[in-house]
């Protein structure tokens, strides 16, 4: 479910939607860099990342063919960015960590069901 990020600025669908968003900046460049493997092999396979990541809105970047946007969005190097919904950045992932933190960390961002 992740998106290609082109000219819509995610900050403005997070904002509209009230939903926290990732981006996963990467470079072919820079395939062997240990974050971008990392999140590739451990990471994005993870099941229960993949459970948390479906309530964000997902996007992919490419550092070399969308360089407006990683500027727009003050993105200068592979990993994975972690955006809350009024678009803020909070956590910025560029080598491995634990899952289990980030797992928390995004789950603080979630925002509660509406209520009945």
């Known amino acids: 479910n992740w998106q290609v990020l082109s000219d819509t600025d995610p900050r403005e669908t997070a904002k509209n939607d009230h939903k926290p968003f ?11 860099h240990k974050g971008i493997q990392w999140c590739e ?3 994005f396979p993870h099941e229960e990342f993949k459970k948390e990541a479906g309530e964000f ?3 992919k970047l490419d550092l070399e063919n969308a360089k407006e946007m990683a500027k ?8 994975l960015y972690i955006y809350d ?24 961002l979630v925002p509660p069901p509406p209520k009945k």
Request: proline share 2%.
């Open 85 to 108: 919904s009024k678009g803020k950045q909070v956590k910025k992932l560029d080598k491995p960590t634990s899952i289990e933190k980030l797992l928390k960390d995004m789950e603080k």
């Open 57 to 59: 809105n997902c996007y």
């Open 72 to 79: 727009k969005l003050s993105i200068s190097s592979c990993g």
């Open 41 to 43: 092999w451990d990471l």
């Open 22 to 32: 990732i981006i996963y900046a990467y470079s072919q460049k820079d395939k062997e």
